[in-house]
C-alpha cells in the first residue's frame, strides 16, 4: 500500500485503479471476460479520477474527501450508467447478465435500475 499525504494533493491515479481494480475483480468473480473488465475498470478510473481532480479544485473545503477514494462512490448511478452503457456496445448478448453482476443486483432490481435510467435519458 502506497500512503500519500492527502492534504496538498489528490492520490495519484494508479491507487485510484488499483483499488478499483481490485473491487470489480473481487465483484466479478471470474464472470466477467477479463479483456472487457479491464476495459470497464479502466474507464470507471478516468472518469471517477477526474471527478476527483474537478471536485478538489471546485470544493476547497472538502478537499480531505476528494483527495483519496472511496469505494462507496463505485455505486453511484453515473458510474452504474457508464459501466452498463458500455457494456451494451461490447457485449449485446450478455449486457444483462454482467451488468447484474458488476452492479450487484437481482433482476427486479436490475429491471427498476433500468427504468430509473430511462427516465434518466428521456426526461
Known amino acids: 500500500m502506497i500512503f500519500w499525504n ?3 494533493s489528490i492520490e495519484p ?3 485510484f485503479h488499483a483499488e478499483i481494480q481490485e473491487y470489480y475483480f473481487g465483484i466479478s468473480n471470474n464472470r466477467i471476460p477479463t479483456e472487457l473488465l479491464t ?6 478510473t478516468d472518469k471517477i479520477y477526474a471527478d ?3 471536485f478538489w479544485k ?13 469505494l462507496e462512490d463505485l455505486e453511484h448511478d453515473f458510474v452504474y450508467f ?8 461490447s457485449e449485446l448478448n450478455e449486457y444483462r ?12 432490481e436490475f429491471d427498476k435500475y433500468e427504468e430509473r435510467k430511462y427516465w434518466y435519458e428521456n426526461k
Open 6 to 8: 492527502t492534504e496538498n
Open 58 to 70: 471546485q470544493y476547497p473545503k472538502s478537499r480531505k474527501r476528494y483527495s483519496k477514494l472511496k
Open 97 to 108: 447478465k454482467f451488468s447484474k453482476v458488476l452492479l450487484k443486483m437481482n433482476d427486479e
Open 52 to 54: 476527483y481532480k474537478r
Open 13 to 15: 491515479k494508479k491507487n
Open 82 to 89: 457508464l459501466i452498463t452503457e458500455f457494456i451494451q456496445k
Open 39 to 44: 476495459e470497464i475498470i479502466e474507464k470507471v
